[in-house]
């Protein structure tokens, strides 16, 4: 038979699918959406590490396609605004929308070469302005919930890029772009009130079949804390602080009190002796970010020189500054049990501070405390009347009696923060928002959508913290929409996950220029059936999208409030060393020399094979070459034997069916790395029975269908060589048969004298004579056989006796 030629066969199913596509949709289908992560279009092309998620997507669409006989939903698109073209146009001068779109078209023709099923009808660009009119109408929708406001404050600044950062942005305290440390800066910038979905984004998380790990980042993120504040008095003074603690069990073991820098009281409470350092304290604090704040180094931290009062013992508490405590979480200011917290009792430490044990461990109090006792379990000590208490109970219990002294309340706490979602740059959605001295914010009226970008001279933000749009006169002056006054347009653009966390609703959708998406195909196709992308996005834009599609569902433009129904987050391909594979490093391997030289059926299998699909794996050119013999081997066991007339045996009938049940209990396990491996194990038996007096065609037709979704070309071309007449990706998933699969071996009893001493293994069919045989074998090796043997009695499948006498 002729060899296995890959580019032959891949070159004529291409063109063979292109003329007839075999995903259609007839309408009575039953509709499978397997949706990827759509790329940003960097100028650096594809690299073997984007192809991973892309040929997962592309075997799960394909075995979804077999398996049920579903449309699939495919589509793929563009999340095109962001830094990255901006800052290639304020240095090359080229507009950001020309070299988004050589971009995207040099990306789309390496996309192809993956061979997946993308749908190029549903394409979406979060740059046009007719997908943008809809992420501008959904702000404009969000405003008029009272879901967008306007706030000062101070924001996450990279000095750099010269623009404001969300705090997801920052790595390590440092610009996620460009890598500079990130300072502060006030602004007025618009949020999205994310915080309004707290609750229903956390508790929705049941309703996911998503990693539990993903639910767990995202759980965290939202940080839902249960606790109560208390209101201290300010000693000699009307003023009152109320702390927020998850802990009111441990209030008698408050020996001081701490405030972010930031407190409003912060500054008021230095008495004149301690004002010099307190200042100079809280401008440190402000140069830095939050993140380098929580990080693990020596607590800093600055007395007032005032004192509070403990409201339940009337115990003096001193007050200090220290910039481990976060001005925007619970009420910017704690009270410090260092016995029972790690990071009081280090600042404790350092500045010599009291330290008072209220919960006994193992029943005692600790003598010399080296380190806080955390747990809340436990008795009360040296706590008045909450003496002998459990603390467990106590911690449950003190913020309703808190409650009812008048002296705090019982309340909730979460991480969570509202949106960050203005940027100061040019390449984004525009803010359709006019600024009227009269009426003061006005959205744009929607029927004036979009709001078109403008082009400009420049490019570079101003580093005032305005846009570069703010620069354009023409641009910026314009009229109320209510009431026809002079009028300024928002310069503010918005940040890059506005596009990304809708587009999925789009793409079935993409050409309506009436709705965002049409009621009637939103009931058809949407949710998302599957969503597969980089575990990076477990938080940010996995939220994000969750946000939006619950507020979507709430003004009735869907019916359904969570968007991804089933999650696969893939790991990354590094190179050498697990080093992150980039352009800057010089270690990206390109997918386009593979393809040429082993096919992209190869490539597909090598990029599953290289390790479990869900972890981070090193790429090593070299063992590509056992995939490509593995299909070649397959190749040929398929092409010699196809003719062969072989009927099935018995064996080959049971290899069948465990080849089916192993195959598709790992696909759907998705464990891909074994699948592949299993293909290889079950081709070597297929060889070996081919060997053995030759393999049946259903067994050869029931591999190549199994084989298709990952190896598509070969799988067609060895399907039609097999006598199909249609699309390999039109027959039917195989079911695998429990009965066919079951060992045609038995365990059998070996009995002396009918005592069973030991158990053989033997084929079902097994003639009295051998079984005999076996029995008697395996006693002699056992030892346990002695004296004359006076009967041998087999009871089929069940008991081997061998009677003798001394
Ligand atoms: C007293 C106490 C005693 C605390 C104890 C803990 C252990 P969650 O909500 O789970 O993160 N805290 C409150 N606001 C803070 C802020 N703005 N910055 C830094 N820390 C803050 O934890 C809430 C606990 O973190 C609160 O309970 C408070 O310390 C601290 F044995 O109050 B605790
Ligand atoms: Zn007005």
Redesign the pocket.
Known sequence: AAPYNHREIEEKWRKEWEAHPINVNDGKKPKYYCLDMFPYPSGNGLHVGHWRGYVISDVWSRYKMLNGGHYIIHPMGWDAFGLPAENYAIKMGVHPAVSTADNVSKIKSQIKQIAALYDWDMEVNTTDPNFYKWTQWIFVKMFKAGLAYEKEMPINWCPSCKTGLANEEVVNGKCERCGAEVTKKNLKQWMLKITAYADRLLNDLDKLDWPEKVKKMQTDWI?K?H?AEVDFPVEGSDEKIT?????????H??TFM?L?PEHALAAKLATPENKEAVEKYIYEASMKSNVDR?QDKEKTGVFTGTYAINPLNGAKVPIWLSD??????????????P???D??FEFARKFNIPIIQVIAKDGKEIENMEE?Y?D?SGTMINSGEWNGMESAVLKKEAPVMIEKMGIGRKTV?Y?LRDWVFSRQRYWGEPIPIVHCPKCGCVPVPEDQLPLLLPEVESYQPTGTGESPLADIDWWVNTTCPVCGAPAKRETNTMPQWAGSSWYFLRYVDNKNDKELVSREKADKYLPVDMYIGGVEHAVLHLLYSRFYTKFLCDIGVIDFDEPFVKLFNQGMITGKNGIKMSKSKGNVVSPDDLVRDYGCDSLRMYELFVGPPELDSEWDDRGIDGVNRFLNRFWNLVMDNKDSGVQATKEMVKVRHKMIHEITTRLENFSLNTVISGFMEYTNKMVDMARNGGIDKETLQTAVILLAPFAPHIGEELWRQLGGTDSVFHAVWPVADKAAMADDEKEVAVQVNGKTKLVVTVPVDISKEDAIAEGKKALEAAGKLSGTVVKEIYVPGKIINIVVKP
Not at 243 to 251: A, E, K
Not at 324 to 337: E, K, N
Request: proline residues 2%; hydrophobic residues 40%; glycine residues 12%.
């Open positions: 940080g804390s606790g702390v927020y603690t998850t802990r009111p069990d441990t209030l073991g408050a701490v972010a929580l481990y405590v976060l001005a925007d979480y619970g009420t910017g200011a704690i009270m410090c049990v016995a029972h917290d990071r009081d806080a955390t809340a706490n991480k």
